[in-house]
């Protein structure tokens, strides 16, 4: 028989005190070994068998990782033991970047956002991720530790595909940072469950939107796309469309059109592709149409 | 697989108990301490039956690992009353009828609880929001709602 409540496999847990000898560890033992923090995604897929980690180790008492800082020249920096309710109730979170907040109070329930960190989320890497695609569209760049030191990734560059990204054996991501948002930035995070709240995404959209001289139509708008790609997806093509002529409500319409033709979502369990597609036309339009509401007054 | 000794706090007793390292802090109450209030439901953190205050915020215990709690104050659902006194919680909970087969409710009791300490007085969506992290297959919500209003009028 199925056993319906298996534990978790045997494992080991380790608690380094220093950033360097967290990475030497998860360095030798590469496959076997791997960071934890939360645990809300990494205990399920142990229990599910689809994770053969021999040791879990803990970053949540590392150097940098519990930080959660804004500073008005240099931006924020959240640090990968700083939970999803922490950020989302963050003062300085809550004023210069509201989106991030909504983004991250979209994820699960309450109890789980005490242990779910915007890290974790980033390096599970799964296209649902509910605060990547604003992560990215807020150009967030992540403070890895590895064997050799410190290095910097953009969140544009790190992830490779489902559950796959750049990091290495031994490397870490003990922070990400975000720059002084532009001025006068307004951003919303549409997410399309089987409830309304609490449910893992079908199709999730993050926009943010800001006037500028740099564009024909003068905004720039930023729209980053969840659930409808391998990895978390930014269209480019329906930002292209929302800054090359004035806005107009077709032109918001042509643009949520724009970003249904730059996907190419699966079918599962949570909803069809040609479903996800539509939805994101619909999600792109709406989340489109608030933002412009707020930016244009 | 090795075991390490945690002493943290449960319900204002100090514990020290030696824990396998996989085993979990839901496995820890149920198992090592009797506390059996909590309840297995889903072991994914979907369901909420096993929701405790872990240092004052609830989580869900199926997804911390007891090795993880060296230090910390755990509430479970048998500590919420003190001296022979049910808590607001309960109490309203009794009132209303928000208890059917009653597998969810010690989860719901600590999600409220730790709702109200936040924000006395929280409206019906911001208690629906609360307890999205807490299944009943029985009640339907209506009364548990119900219950957590009626607690924050007590």
Redesign the interface.
């Known amino acids: 028989m199925i056993n319906p ?9 380790l608690k380094p005190t220093s950033l360097i000898e967290a990475s030497k560890f998860l360095a030798d033992h590469a496959g076997e070994a791997r960071p934890f923090s ?3 995604d990494c ?2 897929r142990l ?1 599910d068998g689809i994770w053969k980690t021999g040791t ?1 180790v ?1 970053v ?1 008492q590392l150097e940098g990782v519990k930080d959660l800082t804004f500073d008005a020249k240099k931006g924020l920096t959240i640090g990968a033991a700083v939970t999803m ?1 922490k950020v989302a109730s963050n003062a300085d979170v809550l004023k210069h970047y509201p989106n991030l907040a909504e983004a991250a109070r979209s994820v ?5 956002r ?2 779910a960190t915007i890290i974790g989320n980033i390096c599970n890497a799964s296209p649902a991720g509910d605060t990547i695609g604003t992560c990215m569209i807020l150009d967030g760049v992540l403070n890895v530790h590895g064997v050799n030191g410190f290095y910097t990734v953009p969140l544009s560059n790190f992830f490779l595909g489902p559950g796959k990204t750049v990091l290495k054996p031994g490397d870490i991501v003990v922070s990400i940072s975000f720059p002084i948002p532009p001025k006068g930035l307004v951003g919303t995070y549409k997410k399309l469950g089987r ?1 309304t ?2 449910d893992l995404s079908i199709v999730g959209v993050a926009v943010l939107g800001y006037p500028t001289a740099e564009t024909k139509s003068g905004y720039r708008f930023r729209i980053a796309l969840a659930s409808v790609a391998p990895t978390p997806y930014e269209s480019f093509k329906a930002e292209a469309v929302l800054a090359e002529s004035k806005i107009t409500a077709e032109v918001i319409s042509e643009a949520g059109v724009a970003a249904m033709d730059s996907v190419n979502p699966i079918d599962d369990v949570r909803g069809s592709a040609r479903y996800r597609k539509f939805m994101v036309r619909n999600l792109t339009r709406e989340a489109v149409a608030e933002v412009w509401k707020k930016i244009s007054k | 697989m090795g075991f390490q000794r945690i002493t943290l706090t449960v319900n204002d007793l100090v514990e020290t108990v030696d824990v396998p390292t996989n085993m979990t802090l839901l496995q820890m109450l149920r198992e090592k301490l009797s506390l059996t209030g909590t309840k297995n439901g889903c072991t994914a953190g979907e369901c909420g039956a096993c929701t405790v205050l872990m240092n004052g915020e609830p989580v869900n215990s199926c997804m911390v690992l007891a090795a993880e709690c060296e230090g910390a104050n755990i509430t479970t659902v048998e500590g919420l009353a003190k001296g022979g006194q049910l808590s607001k919680v309960q109490q309203a909970i009794i009132k209303t009828g928000g208890v059917q087969c009653g597998f969810c409710t010690p989860g719901m009791l600590i999600s409220a609880t730790a709702l109200l300490a936040r924000n006395a007085n929280p409206s019906e969506s911001e208690i629906r929001e609360a307890l999205v992290g807490n299944l009943c297959r029985c009640t339907g919500y209506v009364r548990i709602v119900d219950a957590v209003k009626e607690a924050a009028r007590m």
Do not use: W
């Open positions: 409540h298996p534990g978790l496999p045997e494992l080991e847990y939360g645990g809300t205990f399920v229990r879990l803990d949540k309710n699960a329930s309450y109890q789980l005490n242990r409830n709240i609490g």
